[in-house]
């Protein structure tokens, strides 16, 4: 299962839209035909989901009557760790070998399944070269930042991992991060905030998207490996995940909470999330990728049993994913995340995934890693890890002009189809 999004979660990316019986889920079912940049293969990525940016609407969806929000793709996520004290059956790694499975495999080798219980689900058939290596936050790594940030208009850093929180240097990546001009932004799943947080506000962090894969032990256990999946384990989990909360919002970061729901019967979850967790905090729903279309009818059906009337549109120019915003009977607003399949117009082009249901992310931006002999690595798609050049190659291609020019014209694309 993938998860759009929430760090190393597998997210839905079926955007073939759902119909559904009643008129308010029809209201709800906000997928279309989206405009598609550079010929009719399409994507977009995170961004503002409430607010965005103080930018007035595009326009209005002429279907739900809702304003349309068009910000532009400036995000660069960063690997910083490896390491995971959870193992989530669905969990993508960034595309990563899980390391403390693959040590002294060569290229080719690669396991995506080990003894530690972690997996990396594309690990089998991206074609990874390398394994990641902790970021440093030296010197070298803000030159990184900079040339970046300097050729490709990257300026908002997603920290993922692996688990950023278990980085024990953290707080000066973050520094070094904003340092070079970046916002920073974090996914995590709890386990480490109350701990690191104070340091990370205190160094710059803006906000923390965290991934709830239960609200209680028995949920949590069912997406974890039995080799972790102990109740005293999962409980101690939900617990750390609380208090990391309850950390973030005390020490004035903003605060999402990310829900993957590949199916009804998670409805309970998502209510206990929302009693538990919407007063401070946005909720995002967010499809599960492997269960596609299914997931997608799921979260359509959870959201009109709450009463939930969309009130915007959310689409980030140049990667895959988009969100609708819902407000809840309750008055509450939750979010629901989508993929949009966005590609780039060359580097995708003679993909073998790239068809409706194989290409499961999209375009989703670029992302940064460390391997284990120093260089870093930039990449296009973690179904395709083959695809990452050391940072000097990449400069030297012409991907980062391909992905400048995605966000041009899928920005020209967005705005003339709403205007
Ligand atoms: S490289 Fe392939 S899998 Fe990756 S976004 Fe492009 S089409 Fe999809």
């Known amino acids: 299962m993938v998860t759009p999004g929430a760090g190393t979660e ?38 503002p989901i409430l607010a965005p940016s103080g930018l007035p609407p595009v326009g209005v969806d002429p279907e739900l009557g809702v304003p349309v929000y068009v910000t532009v793709d ?20 960034e595309g990563t070998p899980v390391v403390i499975d693959n040590r002294g495999a060569m290229p080719g080798d690669y396991a995506g399944v080990g003894r530690s219980g972690r997996v990396s689900i594309y690990v089998g058939s991206n074609g990874a070269r390398f394994l990641p290596d902790m970021v440093v936050p030296n010197e070298e790594f803000a030159s990184v930042l900079s040339t970046l940030r300097a050729s490709v208009g990257v300026a908002e850093l997603h920290l993922t991992g692996g688990e950023p929180t278990l980085h024990p240097q953290l707080h000066e990546v973050i520094r070094l991060a904003r340092s070079t001009g970046y916002e920073v932004r974090m996914t995590s799943n ?15 962090l803006e906000r923390v998207n965290f991934s709830v894969f239960g609200t209680t032990a028995d949920e949590l256990a069912r997406v974890q490996h039995p080799k972790v999946a102990g109740r005293h384990r999962v409980e101690r989990r939900i617990s750390a995940l609380r ?25 309970p ?29 799921a979260i359509e059906s959870i ?32 979010c629901f995340k989508r993929i949009r399949p966005v590609r780039l117009p060359r580097t995708c082009t003679g993909c073998r995934f790239n068809n409706d249901t194989d290409c499961q992310e999209g375009f989703y931006g670029l992302r940064l890693y460390r391997d284990r002999a120093g260089g870093y690595q930039v990449g296009v798609c973690i179904q395709r890890m083959d695809l990452c050049l050391p940072l000097q190659q990449f400069l030297a291609s012409e991907l980062g002009k391909e992905i400048v020019g995605l966000r041009d014209a899928d920005r020209r694309e967005l705005c003339s189809a709403y205007q």
């Open 10 to 47: 597998s997210t839905a990316s079926d955007a073939a839209g759902v119909t559904s019986s009643s008129s308010r889920s029809h209201s709800i079912a906000a997928d279309r035909g989206w405009p598609r940049a550079n010929s009719g293969r399409t994507h977009a990525d995170p961004g």
């Open 74 to 93: 400036r995000t660069l996520r960063v690997k910083v760790t490896d390491a995971c004290g959870m193992a989530c059956v669905f969990c993508h790694n």
């Open 190 to 204: 709890g386990e480490n905030g109350s701990r690191m947080l104070p340091a990370c506000a205190a160094a710059g």
């Open 243 to 267: 208090r990391s909360v309850r950390t973030a919002l005390d020490l004035g970061l903003k605060v999402s909470a990310n829900i993957v729901v590949p199916d009804v019967d998670h409805a």
């Open 269 to 297: 979850r998502v209510r206990r999330l929302l009693t538990e967790y919407a007063e401070e905090v946005t909720v995002r729903l967010l499809p599960s990728l492997d269960a596609g279309r299914s997931s997608i009818i």
């Open 303 to 334: 959201l009109t049993d709450l009463g939930a009337v969309p009130t915007a549109l959310h689409f980030t120019a140049g990667a895959s994913d988009y969100s609708t915003s819902y407000r809840l009977l309750s008055g509450q607003i939750v």
